[in-house]
């Protein structure tokens, strides 16, 4: 293996650890946007649209992280890239 392969592998597991944390807080708050939306389906006859728009965007997130630790892809994710749109599946 070259230096220049060398590097870039360890470049790829730094990213790779931190797209995990990302990951992990980012399924923390699809939780989260769930009990607050049967929150506030109880009281409501609709959840809150803007929380549905973001969940869906968080869930294309989710989607581009695994892709990229499973070398799916070799696209980083936000912050080195825009955030994903609800509709970018």
């Known amino acids: 293996m070259h230096k220049e392969q060398r590097e870039q592998h360890l470049f ?3 990213f790779m650890i931190l797209f995990w944390l990302f990951l992990r807080f980012s399924l923390m708050a699809t939780g989260l946007i769930s009990l ?3 929150v506030v389906l109880w009281f409501q006859d ?3 649209e803007s929380l549905v728009t973001f969940a869906k965007s968080l869930g294309v997130f989710q989607a581009q992280i695994l892709a990229y630790l499973t ?3 070799n696209e980083k994710v936000f912050p080195f890239t825009d955030w994903p749109r609800a509709d970018d599946q």
């Open 46 to 48: 609709e959840p809150v």
């Open 12 to 14: 790829r597991i730094f």
């Open 71 to 73: 070398f799916a892809s």
């Open 36 to 38: 607050i939306q049967w």
